[in-house]
């Protein structure tokens, strides 16, 4: 039985007289006005079932503030079950009755039910509320790009094929319980030519490198031979292994393919037919310019005069930022039910074709760091106004800054693009209730 909130709060002490205390009351009381906010979460715990049917759960409002103490400390499940039971203000917090503390595992199981698109509604939701309240009206915007990485190691070409060796050896072992197959583990040799190709140059890497590819064509060869009967078996977890194993022999094989063209043909791969791990598929390459590379998602986010997150869009692939111009005008409009007054952007969203769509939308003054063949005439009104817009939107630095060393933007730990998306707009909203519950006190 699935409930949304109880009626009756938990008997706990007042807040204590501290900051980090005073902040989650406000916090509270903020999520209390937005009652919509727990609708939503229900409505993802209850997806598949009935909230009448099954055990008495954690209800939809311990859910979602278990997951924002969570992401505002940045705890591990372990961590925040711990905390739950040792720390009085995060129980009051919580809601979380007397005696009761809910353990790691039921944690992990609620949090992650909630979408990615719940959590871009609580957001609409929490900056709603801050046009209502006055704290955030939306009339002057600033824009910028940064990147989430994923959960993994920089790409190696050795160490990507000894993970493929590796985790398709796996599978075969656990395959070879249930069915009868064929195949040989080269997992200890595989591991030998990877350190062999870190410790050596020249000719001689290459010919590791052969070897490599060769023991991975070999592991390949075993697999699809196993696939190849699987349509005669019967135990529905040999299916189930079955799936999994056609899953990374593709990738395996795009693996190979793109190892063999870059070391031993010596030829540039693009990098959207890369692949950077086989663990998380969904990583794109985000080239910075002269800077390193970022394997992740890029990120646009969309700044109030207040600091606020006012929206944050997810892409895929490295996009060129002058394309992202009008979808996020078009989202402030959707968002307020008008263009903001002013917009100021990072020197990549310079265009003059981005300009002029800006200015016909009403926009009155559209300010980019970089001039880009643009004159300040064109832009906004006077060259104070275009000081003054280049200065505000230099404080993005500190917000993003602000996100990524507290709320967790510079890695999701989460696995899955579905996941990914989810871990994102969850330190999103997150970071909102913070900055609100500042504003406010």
């Known amino acids: 039985m699935r409930k949304n909130r109880e009626n009756q709060l938990p008997i706990s002490p007042l807040w204590p007289d501290h900051r ?3 902040e989650l009351r406000v916090i509270s009381e903020i999520l209390d006005d937005n009652a919509s906010i727990s609708d939503l979460v229900l409505h993802d715990l209850c997806d598949k079932v009935s909230p009448q049917n099954g055990a008495r759960g954690m209800t939809a409002e311990q859910v979602l503030r278990c997951a924002i103490v969570k ?3 940045q705890f591990s499940y372990e961590k925040l079950a711990f905390h739950l039971s040792d720390s009085q203000s995060f129980r009051t917090f ?3 009755p007397y005696g009761y503390t809910p353990s790691k595992t039921a ?15 609580i957001n609409r939701v929490l900056v709603s509320w801050a046009d209502e309240k006055g704290l955030e009206k939306g009339r002057k915007i600033r824009v910028d790009a ?3 990485e994923s959960n993994i190691r920089y790409p190696l070409d050795s160490q990507l094929l000894h993970d493929s060796i590796r985790v398709v050896t796996r599978l075969l072992k656990r395959l070879n319980q249930y069915e009868s197959i064929s195949f040989v583990d080269h997992c200890r040799r595989a591991k030998r030519r990877c350190l062999n190709i870190r410790n050596s140059r020249g000719e001689k890497r290459k010919k590791h490198y052969r070897d490599l590819l060769k023991i991975a064509r070999k592991t390949l060869g075993y697999g699809t031979r196993a696939l190849e009967r699987a349509p005669q078996w019967q135990n529905p977890i040999s299916q189930v292994l079955a799936e999994a194993l056609a899953h990374d022999l593709d990738l395996m094989g795009r693996v190979i393919q793109q190892t063999h063209r870059r070391v031993i043909l010596g030829q540039k791969v693009p990098a959207q037919e890369k692949i950077v791990s086989i663990f998380e598929e969904h990583t794109d390459i985000i080239e910075k310019g002269a800077r390193e590379s970022l394997f992740g998602h890029k990120l646009y986010l969309t700044i109030g005069k207040s600091s606020l997150i006012l929206d944050a869009l997810l892409v895929k692939g490295n996009p060129a930022d002058s394309q992202h111009v009008e979808p996020l005008l078009e989202r ?7 263009y903001p007054r002013q917009a100021s952007f990072d020197g990549g969203f310079a265009s003059p074709h981005n ?5 016909g939308k009403g926009v009155q003054d559209v300010a980019f760091a970089k001039k880009c063949g643009l004159s300040i005439q ?3 009104r006077s060259s104070w106004v275009y000081k003054q817009l280049r200065r505000f939107r230099a404080g993005i630095e500190g917000c993003i800054s602000t996100a990524k060393r507290v709320f967790g933007l510079t890695r999701c730990l989460w696995k899955g693009w579905a996941h990914f998306q989810r871990y994102v707009h969850l330190s999103v909203a997150s970071y909102n209730l913070v900055v609100l519950a500042r504003l406010l006190l």
């Open 71 to 73: 992401q505002m400390h």
């Open 378 to 380: 064109n832009m906004v």
């Open 332 to 338: 402030q409009c959707q968002l307020y039910g008008r």
């Open 107 to 121: 944690l992990q199981e609620n949090i992650s039910k909630i979408q990615d698109s719940t959590w871009q509604q």
């Open 20 to 22: 980090l205390a005073q």
């Open 355 to 359: 300009l002029k769509w800006a200015q």
């Open 146 to 148: 940064t990147g989430v």
């Open 94 to 96: 919580c809601r979380l």
